[in-house]
């Protein structure tokens, strides 16, 4: 069982409310794996070994200081339950999911920097990439089912993912059973 830590709302982030409500610090004192963005929604993170890696619309992947803001976020822990496939997951609950390995295929979407247009009409950047290794962080939940983000091994690809082939993968998934919510 574990436990989710979330910063800000994904319903104020659809609804364009992209001010920030929390560091990356703090966040990251609440976990070790994660996705997000940052204020603006520009772009999209991911929190992978305790660090915080920004996607950005240039293809570009960047190191996110503590003292940046997040509208949106969340982390938890390294989840401890593996998985032979994703279809072992019970669909009626809401999974921390830690995916590594090589893919055969990513299809990556980063939003751009600075966005004040409503969040359904953000210009994504897409990119699609063959062979990688990497880790894809995320979470499921039966209302909204997957939302990952792929960070490759090297650190220089990294964004929200579209759709996946993997080659080889460990799967890693915890139920989550509490969420704490955090704002200013």
Known sequence: MSKLYQMGSYGALLSSN?????????????GAFGIGTLD?????TIVANGICYQARADGS???VPKNATTPFSVS???????????????????????ISG???TLTLSVKPSNNTAPYAELALATF??????GVLTGIFTPDAGFHLH????????SGHVAAYRPKKVEIWGEIITETETFSF
């Open 102 to 104: 090589t893919f055969d």
């Open 40 to 44: 603006g929604a520009s772009g999209e």
């Open 18 to 30: 992209y001010q920030g409500v929390g560091t990356v610090g703090e966040l990251l004192l609440h």
């Open 150 to 157: 792929f960070l490759s091994d090297d650190h220089a690809v």
């Open 128 to 133: 699609e990439k063959e062979n990688l290794s």
């Open 61 to 63: 992947v960047r190191v």
């Open 76 to 98: 938890y822990d390294r989840p401890s339950m593996r998985l032979s496939a994703l279809t072992e997951l019970d669909k009626t609950k809401s999974w921390a999911l830690l």
